[in-house]
């Protein structure tokens, strides 16, 4: 839900400058990630029981952002290895990220 709740501030709030997204479907963000242009990385499972991959293209498809990665691995919706986040901490803290970031569940830190 962390994707959800975490992109409409991602595209209102100028003090996030990069976020980490996914394991999501398109639905109604499809609409809003359109205006998020800030660094993004997207991950996502291609054995999601619950988000189709199709959707979940759908959505990383939409992001605005010219900066964005999608990460996709084998496994069902709450199999997300470990090294995930570790690559989301690695992703945030990129030189110029180090303020204003946000991650799935949608705080700034």
Do not use: W
């Not at 303020?99 to 700034?108: D, E, L, N, T």
């Amino acid at each position: 839900m962390g994707t959800a709740i975490g992109v409409p501030p991602a595209v209102a709030d100028p003090r996030i400058t990069a976020a980490v997204f996914g394991l999501f479907r398109a639905d109604s963000l499809a609409e809003p990630a359109r205006d998020l242009t800030i660094p993004i990385e997207f991950v996502m499972q291609r054995d999601d029981e619950r988000v189709p991959c199709e959707s979940a293209l759908t959505l990383f498809d939409a992001f605005g952002s010219r900066d964005k990665t999608q990460r996709a691995n084998a496994g069902r919706h709450k199999e997300v290895t470990r090294f995930e986040a570790d690559s989301a901490v690695r992703f945030l803290a990129r030189p110029g990220r180090g303020r204003g970031v946000a991650g799935a569940g949608g705080g700034v830190r």
